[in-house]
């Protein structure tokens, strides 16, 4: 069984016990109070006991996690004040990612992974906007056409809208100002950079879960450019990588210590403006993947930022100092003063208010799963260095990374954009083609659905044969097998678990 984690001390210390740590977790507290040194602690204590761990980083002072640390005045003063007899610097073993692809290994998913719902909530499209983007999603399907990237998106789109009489029997009415709205949407996501998450090679969920030696790899998320651009892209990839994980790994029961710990930062934007629906479905997935082996903390300034459905789920609490300046601030107060198992021996309401930087209130699961009585307690400094780091130095860590220059290296493999521009191209050839034979009368082509004829082969003009759609669909996922694009043209859990509309994937 692995050893617990040294979180605080009171009179005694308090620890986290690795066996309870997928009973997920709240970081919670005003600014400058305290919680990044917390989150450090925690994280590098998971990487210790062989734990991977996935957090981002949206102020980037999260980097130094990859150095040595111990020589900060304040960190030695904690430790001596705190009596750890043993403490010197230590590392984890890091690797970087980054949506942009500057700061970290290009991290991306394809539009089919995303699923309608949540790209629906990333374009604000309203019901009737959503059920045309549905659609989309389900022709695309039906006909073996791979929407990778936004490009893919696009054309499908266009060519749906192109086409709506067609469709209009099997799946309804396509409003051409519904999809118009879309395309508009669909630049302003480009704008804010959205469309470099968007494409292959997309992540697979295997490299975060990794280990160097005896210690967990600790993934980080390069997220400042992201925060300051697309909040929403922030808030959802998150929860597309956290369904993920729910859909991917097995059923592990409770397992001695978790496969992965999951941090969320700046969890309020999770569920600000969100449907009551996918806030119940995100409930949905806090519950029920700690029998996965994840463990999932959220991070906030303010506990009411998170909706008492999941805030009942978080177990293990660390709760830093609020402010009661405004009526909303003392109601947050009083919130998080009542979700503890209460301490007859301290005012937790008041307290509070009062802590120090560096204070907090903290409650642990015991071994029977029971939250631990309140105590105000000083938390462990972090092992590994406080702030960020030099370029060169992230540069060094990117480089030599065993993952290097394979995420770098983009893949644009055909998929709709590709497939539709062709049909297309050969449309326009044949109504321009002249006749072979003056006067000679050609019989008129045999109407052709959108599908087309797509398990029969092609026959060119001069007899020879061609792969069908069906055919070529078919060698291009046999290529995939074994690898990330094996999954692309199938929809993920956002779509089926949601209920997006999407089809259920197919393994």
Known sequence: MSEPIFVAKAKEPIYLLPQMANRHGLIAGATGTGKTVTLQTLAENFSARGIPVFMADVKGDLAGMSQPGGNNPKVAERVKELGIADFKGEASPVVFWDVFGE????VRATVSEMGPLLLGRLLDLNDTQEGVLNMVFKIADESGMLLLDLK?????????ADNAEQFKTQFGNVSAASAGAIQRNLLALESQGADKFFGEPALDLDDLI???????????LAAEKL??????????????LLSELFERLPEVGDPEQPKLVFFFDEAHLLFADIEKAVAEKIEQVVRLIRSKG???????????DIPDIVLGQLGNRVQHALRAYTPRDQKAVKAAASTFRQNPKLNVEAVITELGVGE???SMLDEDGKPGIVERAKIVPPRSQLGAITTEQRKQIITSSVLAGHYEKTVDRESAYEKLKAKAEQKTA????PDATPGASVPAPAKESFFGNIFGPTIGPRGGRSDSMATTVAKSAARAVGSQVGRQIVRGVLGSLFGGGGSPRRR
């Open 152 to 160: 893919d998106l696009r054309s499908m789109l266009q060519y749906v």
């Open 210 to 220: 990794q280990t160097q030696g005896s210690r967990g790899i600790v993934n980080i």
């Open 103 to 106: 700061n970290g290994h290009p």
């Open 430 to 433: 044949a109504a321009s083609a």
């Open 227 to 240: 925060m300051q651009q697309s909040p929403k892209v922030y808030a959802t990839f998150l929860l597309w």
């Open 360 to 362: 907090a209130l903290v």
């Open 294 to 304: 994840v463990g999932v903390y959220f991070i906030s300034q303010n506990p009411l």
